[in-house]
C-alpha cells in the first residue's frame, strides 16, 4: 500500500474512534446505522483495513457526516492542494479515478473532489442523503450524466447541479478523458 494510502486509513480511523466515542455510540450502533459490519468498522477503527468508496460513503451517509469529514485534517493555515498530489482513492468503477481536495470539517457542509474519467468509464453512485446536492464542473471532453431518470451531457466548460439524494452515473462515452471538478453539499 502507499504511503499516502497508509496516512489516509491512520486518519479515517483516528476520526471514525472519535467521532463514535464523541456520540457515545458502539461498535454494534454504527454498524446497524451504516450498514456496515462490526468487524468491517474494528477493522477500520484499527487501521487493519483499507477502505473503498462506496463503504466510505455508507459510513458517512449512516453517521449523517460529510464523505470528507472522516479524512480530514483541522488546520488554520492556507492549504494548498495539487489535483492529483496523492493516489487516487479506492473504487469499484473501471476507468474512474477520484481525488479529495478539500476535506468537509465542522464549518463546511461540502466535500470537493476532483476526478477523471476514462474513455467508455462509468461511475456510478448511490444515492446521499436527503437534500444533498452535487455540481459538476467540466474541465475537459464531455460526461455524460444520469440523474433523476434524466441524461445530461455536459461539455468542458460547462457545469451542471443536480440533487444527489438518488442514484446517479458519471459516464465518458467519447473517446478522450474527462475531467471534472465536483462539490458535495450537504444539507444539515
Known amino acids: 500500500m502507499h504511503k499516502d494510502a497508509d496516512n489516509l486509513n491512520a486518519l479515517i480511523a483516528s476520526n471514525l474512534r472519535e467521532l463514535r466515542k464523541k456520540r457515545g455510540i458502539t461498535l454494534d450502533d454504527m454498524a446497524e446505522m451504516t450498514g456496515v459490519s462490526k468487524s468491517m468498522l474494528g477493522q477500520i477503527e484499527r487501521g487493519e483495513s483499507g477502505l473503498s468508496v462506496a463503504t466510505l460513503w455508507k459510513i458517512s451517509t449512516g453517521l449523517k457526516v460529510s464523505f470528507n469529514s472522516l479524512m480530514s485534517e483541522s488546520t488554520s493555515e492556507a492549504v494548498i492542494i495539487e489535483n492529483k498530489a496523492n493516489d487516487p482513492m479506492e473504487t469499484d468503477a473501471k476507468g474512474f479515478r477520484l481525488y479529495p481536495l ?47 431518470g434524466s441524461i445530461y451531457e455536459v461539455q468542458a466548460d460547462c457545469s451542471a447541479m443536480f440533487a444527489a439524494d438518488q442514484s446517479h452515473v458519471y459516464a465518458n462515452k467519447g473517446d478522450k478523458p474527462v475531467k471534472v471538478f465536483n462539490i458535495v453539499y450537504y444539507k444539515d
Open 102 to 148: 478539500f476535506l468537509l470539517d465542522k464549518d463546511r457542509t461540502f466535500d470537493t473532489f476532483y476526478f477523471e474519467l476514462d474513455p467508455k468509464g462509468e461511475s456510478r453512485s448511490e444515492a446521499h442523503k436527503e437534500g444533498t446536492q452535487e455540481f459538476v464542473m467540466v474541465t475537459e471532453g464531455c460526461l455524460t450524466l444520469t440523474a433523476g
